[in-house]
């Protein structure tokens, strides 16, 4: 099955070519992107390493190809001019002529291997998190937004010395909302997004960790505006000198001083942006080249109550806006993902109710819902016997109410204890800043 994704590819890349050679550059662009997808998919499933070789090194060209195009359709060429000739556009060096997904790219294969594996950290579909499904931590949104929505619609803000924030930090104890935020950043943004982790950068081979590393920021450049987001980035940086830290980890972290020390003198329109849960972990030298640290603590009374109802979405219920204000008195100490966890366990009680219930009603629809023995029109029954029936595709569990809350609340426990959360304080007095 998987060999239809490469022949899909090469048809893709023959109609580009012939696009790209009439100089029709928004449809080339197009059809170039659906071809790379395909290869993409392709080497995932190929087994075969020199067929694997040769189709990366294509989906390298035509990869660069595709930039090309684009900072040309960028800088207002569209396609042919109105008299008919093809506008002019810079040839690559290694001009793509033909769909056979094999033959030699003009590209170290090293290293077109190395940026393979990389294109898959490349976010191509907008995780739909929007800056108001995150609840408030203003000002890290705030300083996000001047940072990444900003430079990119208004460029003409941030002239003479005033330039966009570069780096940052976001810390706090786990599950407060560190790398939710990045999503929203990825949703929100029109800007190339890398997710990375530390599986993505680290290597077993000797020296390709820190040249993976220095492609990801090579093609943050050539794709830029863009964003690099290192989630856990304490597992990659940690305190220099320390017994336990091997040759690997140490070159890691020199090149991403280096290129992050580049990122910062150059105003490459590349953001760096990474989270930890251990800020004091991070080496000094990594922690000083992040100009915001942001300190993202637990959600506070407001941010709580937006949580259940977030949570909760368009799941039938019969809470009360006074019930989320009493829920959200009664969590203090949670975190985001402590009451995500709590809703979720919610979400069952309705369904659990269905599964213990001997008692039914019908209702003016049609539709079979657990109730009481005393219930108007309660009928001894069970779910078995009513699926026995056939009227499975009949029941309804019931409504949420605010007693499945107290029944869960009472046997969940926050997550985050006082002394995380007094190093995250003490951390910030020191060194950050209020989220």
């Known amino acids: 099955m998987y060999s239809n994704f490469k022949e899909q590819a090469i048809e893709y890349v023959k109609q580009a070519v012939q696009e790209d050679n009439a100089g029709n550059y928004v449809k080339a662009f197009s059809l170039y992107m659906n071809a790379l997808e395909y290869f993409r998919t392709h080497l995932k499933y190929e087994k075969n390493p020199k067929i694997k070789e040769a189709i990366t090194q294509k989906f390298t060209e035509y990869l660069r190809r ?28 290694t001009k793509p002529k033909d769909g056979d997904g094999n033959g030699n790219g003009g590209e170290d294969p090293d290293q077109a291997k190395l940026r393979a594996g990389l294109t898959s950290a490349i976010i191509t579909e907008k995780p739909n998190v929007k800056w108001n499904d995150v609840a408030g931590l203003e000002s890290a949104k705030q300083a996000l937004q001047e940072a990444v929505i900003l430079p990119v619609k208004f460029p003409q803000f941030f002239t003479g010395k005033r330039r966009p924030w570069r780096a940052f930090l976001l810390y706090g104890p786990p599950g407060t909302g560190k790398s939710y935020l990045a999503k929203a950043v990825a949703t929100e943004a029109e800007s190339t997004f890398f997710s990375i982790s530390s599986s993505d950068l680290v290597s077993k081979w000797m020296g390709e960790s820190e040249k993976l590393v220095s492609n990801l920021f090579q093609m943050a450049r050539e794709n830029a505006p863009s964003i690099i987001f290192i989630d856990e980035i304490d597992s990659l940086c940690g305190q220099r000198g320390e017994g336990n830290e091997s040759e690997a980890s140490r070159r890691i972290k020199t090149e991403l001083l280096v290129q992050m020390q580049g990122v910062g003198n150059n105003d490459q329109k590349v953001l760096v942006l990474a989270a930890t849960n251990t800020p004091y972990a991070l080496d000094q030298a990594i922690r000083r080249r992040f100009d915001k640290r942001i300190y993202i603590p637990l959600p506070d009374l407001k941010a709580r109550q937006h949580m259940f109802k977030v949570h909760l979405g368009d799941t039938p219920h019969n809470l009360t806006e006074s019930d989320f204000e009493s829920l959200a008195r009664r969590t203090e ?8 966890v709590c809703v979720k366990d919610v ?25 009481g023995p005393r219930h108007p029109g309660a009928i001894q029954t069970t779910l078995q016997e009513l699926a026995a ?8 569990p019931p409504p949420i109410s605010k007693t499945d809350f107290d029944k869960v609340l009472a046997r969940q426990r926050p997550t985050v204890s006082k002394a995380d959360l007094e190093l995250h304080e003490r951390f910030t007095k020191e060194f950050g800043e209020e989220g």
């Open 389 to 396: 029936k056939g009227l499975a595709a009949k029941i309804l």
């Open 347 to 371: 979400l069952f009680e309705p369904v659990r109710k269905a599964q213990d219930a001997m008692h039914f009603y019908k209702t003016a629809d049609g539709l079979w819902m657990p109730c």
């Open 333 to 340: 100490g949670f975190s985001g993902s402590d009451i995500s």
């Open 66 to 93: 595709a930039e090309e195009i684009r900072a040309v359709l960028d800088e207002g060429g569209s396609g042919p001019a109105a008299n008919g000739d093809a506008a002019v556009v810079a040839r690559p060096k």
